[in-house]
């Protein structure tokens, strides 16, 4: 059984929603990012986190 404690953060791609979702993943929380339009992920913020995490793209 997995006891790692998930978090769904909307917005994560600026913002509150990025400060948090950093701060989720440094405490090692499994997270669920939802980000309206990719291409506007910031870009410093995917390359520092995709050294963190494994990205999944849902349509």
Do not use: C
Not at 31 to 45: G, I, M, R, S
Request: aromatic share 14%; no cysteine; hydrophobic share 45%.
């Amino acid at each position: 059984m997995n006891t790692t404690p998930a978090v769904l953060i909307t917005g994560a791609s600026s913002g509150i929603g990025a400060t948090y979702a950093e701060r989720f993943a440094r405490r090692g929380h499994d997270l669920v990012l939802v980000v309206h339009d990719w291409k506007h992920w910031q870009p410093n913020f995917a390359k520092k986190m995709a050294l963190m995490w494994t990205f999944y793209r849902l349509i």
